[in-house]
């Protein structure tokens, strides 16, 4: 069983910055990719960014240039830098790691969730 530990969150005012940080533990034999999710209330869950075993990114038409993910392998941690924010990127960001265990089994897990809110 692999975990998600996500830390980072808070309150920020429009223009401030926050790292989101996610850590990954248990049997892990490889990740296929790690991504950061999020949700608004009364909105759906979305994919903010993403980011593959290869390094290869992908992030959501409107974090472009303000949001980088990155990890650190060595840790099993992936990153979210979130820069510039605005009051619509208040939401419960989630992280999510899928990829395969130590008896090579798929998994599929997800952090408990992590508060941002943007707001002065």
């Known amino acids: 069983q692999v975990q998600l530990v996500e830390s980072g969150g808070g309150l920020v005012q429009p223009g401030g910055s926050l790292r989101l940080s996610c850590a990954a533990s248990g049997s892990i034999f490889s990740f296929n990719a790690m991504g950061w999710y999020r949700q608004a209330p009364g909105k759906e869950r979305e994919l903010v960014a993403i980011i593959s075993r290869g390094g290869s990114t992908n992030v959501l038409d409107s974090v472009k240039g303000r949001f980088t993910i990155s990890r650190d392998s060595a840790k099993n941690t992936v990153y979210l830098q979130m820069n510039s924010l605005k009051p619509e990127d208040t939401a419960v960001y989630y992280c999510?790691?899928?990829?395969?265990?130590?008896?090579?089994?798929?998994?599929?897990?997800w952090g408990q969730g992590t508060q941002v809110t943007v707001s002065s």
């Open positions: 999510r790691a899928y990829g395969a265990t130590m008896d090579l089994t798929d998994f599929d897990s």
